[in-house]
Nanobody
């Protein structure tokens, strides 16, 4: 079994910052990638940051310069640092981990989501 727990959301004023955390636990052999997605009401889920086990971080142009993803492989964790937040960043943010388990299966595991609200 694998568990993904994401946290760190909250209410922040426009221009503010938040740091989201994602921790993966369970019968893990390897984590190939950890991604952050978000889903706003009435919209499709969109990728906002990704980081593979080999290679650097990658963020789409829509958040480039404001969002940064990092990983701590010793803790099976990923972080999303968000700065200069805008009301349109309001969404539920989800962590996804591409995990190979100890029985050699490989699957995507999702966190439960953490709400980010940007409002004055």
């Amino acid at each position: 079994q694998v568990q993904v727990v994401d946290s760190g959301g909250g209410l922040v004023q426009p221009g503010g910052s938040l740091r989201l955390s994602c921790v993966v636990s369970g019968s893990i052999r390897s984590i190939y990638a950890m991604d952050w997605y978000r889903q706003a009401p009435g919209k499709e889920r969109e990728l906002v940051a990704t980081m593979r086990s080999t290679g650097g971080p990658n963020v789409p142009n829509s958040v480039k310069g404001r969002f940064t993803i990092s990983r701590d492989n010793t803790k099976n964790a990923a972080y999303l640092q968000m700065s200069n937040l805008k009301p349109e960043d309001t969404a539920v943010y989800y962590c996804k981990a591409d995990v190979q388990t100890e029985d050699w299966r490989r699957w995507d595991y999702w966190g439960q989501g953490t709400q980010v609200t940007v409002s004055s």
